[in-house]
T-cell receptor, first 113, second 113 residues
Framework: ELKVEQNPLFLSMQEGKNYTIYCNYS?????LYWYRQDPGKSLESLFV?????AVKQEGRLMASLDTKARLSTLHITAAVHDLSATYFC?????????????FGKGTHLIIQP | DSGVTQTPKHLITATGQRVTLRCSPR?????VYWYQQSLDQGLQFLIQ???????AKGNILERFSAQQFPDLHSELNLSSLELGDSALYFC????????????FGDGTRLSIL
């Protein structure tokens, strides 16, 4: 059974600081997804990482994938309050084009002024 | 706006009842996925349809069923409802193949009294 573990599950940080969220998964997968969810809202796609060594950046967020270590990271640079949200990583469950996702528990991020 | 439409937004019903949740995917997306989000279970993949055919099953209870119609909209049927079925149910859609993210609707919040 595929397991996806995120840490930390809760993070409170100050504006302007840097931090990294970690996502470990238990079986081989070449596709790793990061989503953002605001309270009571839907999930917004942030990044799709498709191969070992993939790195993607959007604004203050950068995601990377190490398929050998089965590890993805989401790095936040110079955090701002608007980035406060819950961040989920997810891995393709079934492969072969049938793409049910297994999600981590999410990292609840609070950025304080 | 993800382009995925879910109705209704909220549903309140009683134990033992049956409800139907509806989803219209983004234009051009042939794959539809259903997920359940609850505080204790997190985000769980339930089932996937592609162009009218069931493609993958996740942690879907036998009391739950789904289908995708020729116009590609999908319905999730939940029967013999229990208190533990109270959750946020998301529909997502994507282009076939998994290299693209799944786009999530706003969800249906189901409350069982």
């Amino acid at each position: 059974e595929l397991k996806v573990e995120q840490n930390p599950l809760f993070l409170s940080m100050q504006e302007g600081k840097n931090y990294t969220i970690y996502c470990n998964y238990s079986t081989t997968s070449d596709r790793l997804y990061w989503y953002r969810q605001d309270p009571g809202k839907s999930l917004e796609s942030l990044f799709v990482l498709l191969s070992n060594g993939a790195v993607k950046q959007e604004g203050r967020l950068m995601a990377s994938l190490d398929t050998k270590a089965r590890l993805s990271t989401l790095h936040i640079t110079a955090a701002v309050h608007d980035l406060s949200a819950t961040y989920f990583c997810a891995v393709d469950t079934t492969g072969g084009g049938a793409d049910g996702l297994t999600f981590g528990k999410g990292t609840h991020l609070i950025i304080q002024p | 706006d993800s382009g995925v439409t879910q109705t209704p937004k909220h549903l309140i019903t009683a134990t033992g009842q049956r409800v139907t949740l509806r989803c219209s995917p983004r234009s051009g997306d042939l794959s539809v996925y259903w997920y359940q989000q609850s505080l204790d279970q997190g985000l769980q993949f339930l089932i996937q349809y592609y162009n009218g055919e069931e493609r993958a099953k996740g942690n879907i209870l036998e009391r739950f069923s789904a289908q995708q119609f020729p116009d590609l909209h999908s319905e999730l049927n939940l029967s013999s409802l229990e208190l533990g079925d109270s959750a946020l149910y998301f529909c997502a859609s994507s282009v076939w193949g998994g290299a693209q993210p799944q786009h999530f609707g706003d969800g249906t919040r189901l409350s069982i009294l």
